[in-house]
Antibody, heavy 117, light 110 residues
């Protein structure tokens, strides 16, 4: 079955960077794009961007353009989300989710990133 | 910037029917926005309920249905159960590779 397993929780200081991984299994990794979505505590879901796994091109929400980088390693069947210059407002659960026909479909379990001095 | 709107909260009686909506601050929602609906309980990732306006995900009970009502996307729960008490989110594809989530609706079943 389709499964997305994300890396563990992170604690970072303000100004630091974080890189979250999302390992895929149960499907042909190269054939589906991957979305990244975050959710701050008690807040709504927020779409961050997506990456075409096959060719590697990306699209970002304007809010995250320039501060978030989405990449993938096709040999490892893993997608990555890296965010730089963290502030306390970036404290959130970060999700990866597979795209199927323009649907944000199967979700990872989420990775909590805490930014605190 | 276009905002996706949802009712902040809704209440339904057990066995009742409720329709949650997903609109745009400017313009109408259509099938070309590929509206999808998600259910989320505290501490859990979202669960995909309905996609492409009205297609139920595998394993989703048929009491959940999606549609376009007027100028909004809609999620109808027919015969609500206690376990349906959750947050519900919609997302719309805005074109040019951009998606936007709504603010979510907290559904109470009482």
């Amino acid at each position: 079955q389709v499964q997305l397993v994300q890396s563990g929780a992170e604690v970072k200081k303000p100004g630091a960077s974080v890189k979250v991984s999302c390992k895929a299994s149960g499907y042909i990794f190269n054939s589906y794009a991957m979305h990244w979505v975050r959710q701050a505590p008690g807040q709504r879901l927020e779409w961050m961007g997506w990456i075409n796994i096959g060719i590697g091109n990306t699209k970002y929400s304007q809010k995250f353009q320039g501060r978030v980088t989405l990449t993938r390693d096709t040999s490892a069947k893993t997608a990555y989300m890296e965010m730089s210059n963290l502030t306390s407002e970036d404290t959130a659960v970060y999700y990866c989710a597979r795209d199927v026909k323009r649907t944000i479909s199967t979700w990872g379990q989420g990775t909590l990133v805490t930014v605190s001095s | 910037q276009t905002v996706v709107t949802q009712e902040p909260s809704f209440s339904v009686s057990p066995g009742g029917t409720v329709t949650l909506t997903c609109g745009l601050s400017s313009g109408s929602v259509s099938s070309s926005h590929y509206p999808s609906w998600y259910q989320q309980t505290p501490g859990q990732p979202p669960r995909t309920l309905v996609y492409s306006t009205n297609t139920r995900s595998s394993g989703v009970p048929d009491r959940f249905s999606g549609s376009i009502l007027g100028n909004k996307a809609a999620l109808t729960i027919t015969g609500a159960q206690a376990e349906d008490e959750s947050d519900y989110y919609c997302v719309l594809y805005m074109g040019s590779g951009i998606w936007v989530f709504g603010g979510g609706t907290t559904l109470t079943v009482l």
